[in-house]
């Protein structure tokens, strides 16, 4: 009866996992959610404030279906300013959140057996809109060793007839890491000589340490920029995942193509959500820094904490709110009656003997790892690390 595309696809597993342990706490258990994948913080006020005057103002029907002019502007210029890109308003269209933007990129642009090269770990949405519209990801594994960056003898080694786009995330979910200058310019130069689409998702964006600077691909030549579709949003920069507004800017008949899509299917983005989207993006930017030296704190202590764990080996990231620890020395030993052999195995025991909810790696793409948020309390942090050493050290 179900269309065979809606069999093709699993429900994502983050959410899932975040919606068992909220249940979890519900039910008056102590548990501890390192599942989340949003900010812990609250949207600025002035963002919400600009929101209730849009209510107010009665600016709650249609708008053009790829977002206000105003909207529009606001994103035109914070990529010039933050990233050094030019973009006209017909070359940029705003979605229901980053996540959006990226499937109707897949509509646009994916053809059936197209193949679209995804490097490992990876978000767990990439392989299955690929999958939703047609296409084949092509799965190429990163190394911690090279702090999980995509080797671009890798890159090129994948390349065939039917490679369609790269979809490259920096900073990274679930591995934390952001490409570096070089890293990214000689996959640019494969991707310009290959004639391969970028898809670059930046919504970790803002949320870099230890001085590294973001990047965005589209930037390092005009080449280049015409083959890549920037992706980003206001949900992890201005604690805004409920809001729903995301943006894309790419070339023009790609955008057209996206905006088409969205006017047969959602229409317009929420118009309050995209005044306040305007606020978020025109407004004072303290909240970043002062969100991101939280972060900071915390990753530090967690990344520390993890590593100081006999049998745990964690990279220090630099970009969004995740740990991504090796836990692979653990598989094969015993705790209780319980056998670990993989990343569910090593989840689902810490979940049942520790009430910690974290997402095993392998729902990204490599089960050697288990993936921490540290968008969570520094006392969770603190209490979390302790249930870990405790559970880790029963292990037999
Ligand atoms: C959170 C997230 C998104 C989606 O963000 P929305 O704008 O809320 O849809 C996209 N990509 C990655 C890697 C994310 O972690």
């Excluded at 708008?63 to 035109?76: F, N, Q, R, Y």
């Excluded at 996959?187 to 919504?203: G, P, T, Y």
């Amino acid at each position: 009866m179900l269309s065979e595309r809606s069999l093709r696809i699993k429900p994502s597993p983050t959410l899932a996992i975040d919606a068992k342990a909220k249940a979890m706490k519900a039910g008056g258990i102590d548990v501890l959610n390192f599942g989340v994948g949003e900010p812990d913080f609250d949207t600025p006020e002035h963002v919400k404030e600009a929101a209730i005057k849009a209510i107010r103002d009665g600016f709650t029907k249609y708008t053009p279906v790829g977002g206000i002019d105003e909207l529009k502007e606001a994103i035109i210029g914070k990529l010039h300013t933050d990233n050094g890109l030019e973009y006209a308003k017909d070359e940029v269209v705003v979605s229901c959140g980053a996540k959006h933007s990226l499937y109707n990129i897949a509509q646009a642009l994916f053809n059936p057996g197209d193949e679209i090269i995804v490097p490992a770990p990876y978000w767990v949405s990439y392989p299955d809109q690929a999958l939703l519209n047609d296409a084949v990801p092509v799965f190429v594994q990163t190394y911690e060793e090279d702090n999980f960056m995509l080797r671009p003898e890798a890159f090129e080694a994948e390349i065939t007839g039917k490679t369609k786009a790269l979809i490259l995330n920096s900073p990274s979910n679930p591995t934390g890491a952001a490409y570096d200058r070089k890293a990214i310019q000689a996959l640019a130069e494969i991707a310009v000589k290959r004639n391969i689409f970028v898809i670059s998702d930046e919504i970790y964006e803002k949320l870099i340490y230890d001085g590294t600077r973001h990047i965005s691909i589209a930037s390092l030549s005009g080449e280049i920029k015409k083959r890549t579709i920037v992706v980003n949003g206001l949900s992890k920069s201005h604690a805004m995942t409920g809001w729903r507004i995301g943006y894309a800017a790419g070339p023009k008949d790609i955008v057209k193509a996206m905006t088409n899509i969205q006017s047969q299917s959602t229409s317009n983005p929420n118009s309050i959500a995209q005044k306040a989207a305007v606020a978020a993006l025109t407004g004072p930017l303290d909240f970043i820094s002062v969100m991101r030296a939280e972060f900071d704190r915390r990753r530090k202590v967690l990344v520390n904490g993890l590593n100081a764990i006999e049998g745990v080996s964690c990279l220090n990231p630099n970009g969004a709110f995740y740990a991504f620890p090796n836990v692979s020395k653990f598989y094969g030993r015993i705790i209780g009656k319980r056998l670990i052999n993989s990343s569910l195995d090593m989840a689902t025991c810490l979940l049942e003997e520790a009430n910690i909810a974290l997402v095993h790696g392998e729902a990204f793409g490599d089960d050697k790892y288990i993936r921490i948020s540290y968008a969570t309390s520094m006392d969770n942090i603190t209490k979390g690390l302790e249930r870990m050493r405790e559970t880790f050290s029963n292990l037999k």
